[in-house]
């Protein structure tokens, strides 16, 4: 077997052999060697509750998930120019979950290829090259997805804004422009129209319009009602094409709907799939209309070696069944809203708790030192991530001041769960020092 090595050591090969610019979570890294469920376990057996993983949607290591992986490799894996069975079936199952025109689907290897792959068929579709994207956005590590990405090309290392990419402020109504009044969502999506001409101006027309249904990187933001309904409007106005990205949101986790878009009443153009769609296994889907997939019809083929080979749809369609099966959809709306009510019971009692906000299983709690002012406490929200990994569970920390507690575990996360969660950190938040 692989030889096993102390977590100093593997740090100093990271730091020799691998991605120089990879980081670790947390201050004493952890070593992970088995994971069931909730749970990730260390080299010494010790449980973690994971709360963080978005990717492991229906519990790290589903039985059901990994015997229909484990059968398909085992019987086959080839590229997509056979016939099989398997992603056939995918597609119909996964068009089946969408509205009506979102029927023809291509399958990828992650989301970012899926978010590059969409970007090639909306300007196939209109065109035209521009692209409107939500401030602090990440949509991918590619070169394409970089440029869409504010959270990378603001950011340390980036390049900033490209010629091609409009950006629109976030949507965020407890720190943003318009405040929380029931027109934010209408006003919100106002700022397509500018941003647009904005690229006009430059020569550049509006190919797409990229948009998170929730917003992750900018902090758990959960749309204001209306906005995609406004956003979408102007777009397509302008002759643009609307894309979803539900890489992290997607497949039942935002509770009240399997498609976090449904949240907002609209039907996208697009719509991008990843993380928890192979419930770790790497595959990722764009999902799109008849008319645009025409319009992608130019004489090039589009093959993709891994995308939608027989092992990974047979992953993908346990994944399915599972959520169907186990009724996680409904788990995630009555365990997220349980979890939030606990949140907004905690906020009584901890002033640092300046807001709760979420859909489902998509929790974010904005951290803040100053409840009136609404100051972003960062330092906070690091030292609580930390005083509740010390009590072995894992959280991160999100937003573009890095305040918020990000909380996105497996969707088959229990109500005991929720109660074991908020009452460590009651007791965190109640120490002096967390
Ligand atoms: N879109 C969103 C919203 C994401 O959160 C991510 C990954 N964090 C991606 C796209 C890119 O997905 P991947 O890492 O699978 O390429």
Redo the contacts with the bound molecule.
């Keep these: 077997g692989v030889p096993q090595r102390g977590n100093q050591e593997i740090l100093q090969l990271r730091r020799e052999l691998l991605n120089p610019t990879l980081s670790v979570s947390y201050r004493e890294p952890l070593k992970i060697v088995r994971s069931e469920g909730i749970w990730l376990y260390d080299q010494q057996g010790q449980a973690y509750m994971d709360m963080v993983n978005n990717v492991c949607h229906v519990g790290h290591c589903h039985p059901r998930v990994v015997a229909a992986g484990q059968a398909q490799m085992a019987q086959l894996n080839t590229n997509t120019r056979y016939l099989h069975d398997n992603i056939v079936e995918y597609a119909l199952r996964l068009t089946a979950t969408l509205p009506k025109p979102l029927s023809v689907v291509f399958l990828t290897?992650?989301?970012?290829?899926?978010?590059d792959l969409a970007l090639r068929l909306a300007r196939a579709h209109t065109k035209a090259r521009g692209v409107v994207v939500v401030d602090h956005?990440?949509?991918?590590?590619?070169p394409s997805?970089v440029e869409l990405?504010p959270y990378k090309f603001n950011g340390k290392g980036g390049e900033g804004r490209a010629p091609h990419v409009g950006v629109v402020a976030m949507p965020d109504t407890y720190r943003g422009l318009f405040g929380e009044g029931p027109d934010a969502g209408r006003q919100y999506g106002q700022l397509l129209a500018p941003a647009m001409a904005g690229l006009h101006q430059r020569g550049v027309e509006t190919a797409a319009f990229y948009c998170?249904s929730l917003l992750?990187?900018g902090g758990q933001i959960v749309l204001p009602q209306g906005y995609l309904a406004q956003a979408y409007a102007d777009v397509r106005a302008a002759g643009g094409v609307c894309l979803a990205?539900?890489?992290?949101?997607g497949f039942g986790r935002a509770g009240e709907h399997f498609w976090a878009f449904q949240c907002q009443d609209v039907v996208p153009d697009i719509v991008?799939l990843?993380?928890p769609i192979g419930n770790g296994h790497?595959i990722?889907a764009v999902v799109t209309t008849p008319d645009i997939a025409a319009s992608f019809i130019t004489g090039m083929e589009y093959f993709n070696t891994f995308g939608g080979n027989p092992v990974s749809c047979a992953i993908a369609l346990a994944v399915l069944d599972v959520i169907a099966e186990e009724q996680l959809q409904a788990n995630a709306q009555c365990v997220g809203n349980f979890l939030m009510d606990g949140l907004r019971d905690l906020q009584q009692r901890h002033e640092c708790i300046g807001e709760v906000r979420g859909r489902g299983l998509f929790i974010g709690a904005e951290l803040v030192s100053e409840r009136g002012a609404r100051t972003p406490d960062r330092q906070k929200a690091k030292d609580v991530v930390e005083a509740m990994k010390d009590r072995h569970i894992l959280l991160s920390t999100e937003g573009p001041d890095d305040n918020v507690l990000k909380i996105k575990p497996p969707i088959v996360f229990s109500q005991a769960n929720a109660e074991e969660f908020l009452d460590k950190l009651d007791t965190v938040l109640s120490a002096e020092r967390p």
């Excluded at 290897?109 to 978010?115: L, V």
């Design positions: 290897n992650s989301g970012t290829e899926a978010n956005a990440y949509h991918g590590h590619s997805m990405s998170e992750g990187c990205d539900e890489v992290q949101v991008t990843g993380k790497p990722g």
